[in-house]
T-cell receptor, first 114, second 109 residues
Framework: NAGVTQTPKFQVLKTGQSMTLQCAQDMNHNSMYWYRQDPGMGLRLIYYSASEGTTDKGEVPNGYNVSRLNKREFSLRLESAAPSQTSVYFC?????????????FGPGTRLTVL | DAKTTQPNSMESNEEEPVHLPCNHSTISGTDYIHWYRQLPSQGPEYVIHGLTSNVNNRMASLAIAEDRKSSTLILHRATLRDAAVYYCILRENDYKLSFGAGTTVTVRA
């Protein structure tokens, strides 16, 4: 099993450009998440999807949109990138939403917006 | 929201135990205590979790105070591969993992 995979690994954008970060998991998990991590800080939740067909805002959703394409895939879109969105983006998945469910993280996408 | 407090950094020698403290004085009775770690340039990975009793797994042990207001993650024999940022997180009856700044562990050879 590959676990959680993310593409691309690195990306540089100019202000105002758009892009989509891709995430896929092969663990048959129901729930998926997008986090961002700024330098020297912990992760902050952007959006999550409790199950296929549902998405909800997290702590910092402004400037982002998401799509739960199917059970395996959860994408994050930046419609008009801003320098404040320079960060490392992590996708994660869990079997469900139980307190004891372990979150499995992908390797991250390092995004720079100039 | 229940919060956690951890030291910013800790150092250890290789093959010695590491005790990482976490204070969570406002924890509620149903909050699980989770520990994750993040190795350099990688995504976080699960370490261990517990509710009331001490827990052991192949990676670490979790000692939870009787009043649950604090806990300690124990790495029994630190290796260079254990150098990471360790996060103590409370699961607040929902999906969310709220990451603080964590404790940066440095292991000296």
């Amino acid at each position: 099993n590959a676990g959680v995979t993310q593409t691309p690994k690195f990306q540089v954008l100019k202000t105002g450009q758009s892009m989509t970060l891709q995430c896929a998991q092969d663990m048959n998990h129901n729930s998926m998440y997008w986090y961002r991590q700024d330098p020297g800080m912990g992760l902050r939740l952007i959006y999550y999807s409790a199950s296929e067909g549902t998405t909800d805002k997290g702590e910092v959703p402004n400037g982002y949109n998401v799509s739960r394409l199917n059970k395996r895939e959860f994408s994050l879109r930046l419609e008009s990138a801003a320098p404040s969105q320079t960060s490392v983006y992590f996708c994660a998945s869990t079997p469900g939403l139980a307190d004891t469910d372990t979150q499995y993280f992908g390797p991250g996408t390092r995004l720079t917006v100039l | 929201d229940a919060k956690t407090t951890q030291p910013n950094s800790m150092e250890s020698n290789e093959e010695e135990p590491v005790h990482l403290p976490c204070n969570h004085s406002t924890i509620s009775g149903t909050d699980y205590i989770h520990w994750y770690r993040q190795l350099p340039s990688q995504g976080p990975e699960y370490v261990i979790h517990g509710l009331t009793s001490n827990v052991n797994n192949r990676m670490a042990s979790l000692a939870i105070a009787e009043d649950r207001k604090s806990s300690t993650l124990i790495l029994h024999r630190a290796t260079l591969r254990d150098a990471a940022v360790y996060y103590c997180i409370l699961r607040e009856n929902d999906y969310k993992l709220s990451f603080g700044a964590g404790t940066t562990v440095t292991v000296r050879a």
